[in-house]
């Protein structure tokens, strides 16, 4: 069977997508499925949550976009979570302007994946928080999306111009292109303006949000900075609870293929 392949995507930065990654992805394999992170992000800060250098990464994702190294030689093991890693580091930038002149370019990715994805469950992708042509690649890979997003202003905004995004790759490329769910992040319960963005998002999208908030949690915060998923960092903070029950929720939404144990 092959994995469910799930980009986590949102054009607007700074809304938890990294963090969103590295913990449901350690979440998931605690619930004894086995998972893949494809860091897209130049930053690579999906690879330093994982616990590994991006110093030390000679071919990662990059490579294997321009078809310089097989996917399988360019996978590490995270340090923590006992989940696998497609690292990236600033090299990656480079694939931009490498990969305009090439055939096929939008299908590097999905065709790399297909190669390894029946060795594992879930196939999760850190994707820029900008349409170029990494995050391209990432939808064109990927059958679901999760959409993390802040309860603030312009909030609906940017989920309507990813839902935009998402309906020209599905009408251009992939059709089978759906978004599993939102995601709300750094979730105060406290805050009026967090509680009208929540009504707003329960009226317009009622089937796509995940009951499960994601809190505003220091150990959450801090946990990456130690190479790690809150889940070993501090497996009783709020946020890694959390996790562990948006992890659940994804299970009974991909439940066509995988029971939760």
């Known amino acids: 069977m092959s994995a469910h392949i799930i980009a986590v995507a949102n054009q607007k930065g700074g809304v938890g997508k990294t963090t969103t990654v590295v913990n449901l992805a350690a979440s998931l394999v605690e619930k004894k499925f086995s998972v893949l992170i494809v860091d897209l992000d130049p930053q690579g800060n999906a690879t330093t949550g994982s616990g590994i250098n991006?110093?030390?990464v000679t071919s990662g994702v990059y490579a294997v976009l321009l078809g310089n190294e097989e996917i399988r030689n360019a996978i590490m093991t995270a340090q923590h979570g006992g989940f696998h890693v497609l690292p990236a580091n600033r090299a990656l930038a480079?694939?931009?302007?490498?990969?305009v002149q090439e055939l096929a370019r939008e299908m590097r990715l999905k065709n790399?994946?297909?190669q390894i994805n029946d060795q594992y469950d879930y196939i999760i992708i850190d994707c820029p928080p900008t349409l170029t042509l990494l995050t391209i690649n990432g939808l064109v890979a990927a059958r679901h999306i999760i959409v993390p997003m802040l309860c603030e202003y312009y909030a609906l905004e940017g989920i309507s111009?990813?839902?935009a995004t998402v309906r020209k790759i599905r009408q251009a490329i992939n059709p089978q292109l759906d978004i599993l769910g939102i995601v709300r992040t750094l979730y105060d319960p406290r805050s009026l303006l967090a509680k009208q963005v929540d009504e707003q998002l329960s009226t317009h999208f009622p089937d796509k949000l995940?009951?499960?908030p994601i809190p505003r949690n220091i150990r959450l915060a801090e946990a990456p900075s130690h190479g790690m998923p809150a889940l070993q960092y501090d497996p009783r903070a709020t946020g890694t609870k959390a996790y562990l029950a948006l992890a659940d929720e994804i299970l009974a939404?991909?439940?066509?293929?995988?029971k939760i144990p």
Request: aromatic share 8%.
């Open 54 to 56: 991006k110093g030390n």
């Open 94 to 99: 480079g694939a931009e302007v490498e990969l």
């Open 112 to 114: 790399a994946l297909a």
């Open 161 to 163: 111009d990813l839902i």
């Open 210 to 212: 995940f009951s499960t």
């Open 253 to 258: 939404r991909t439940a066509g293929k995988y």
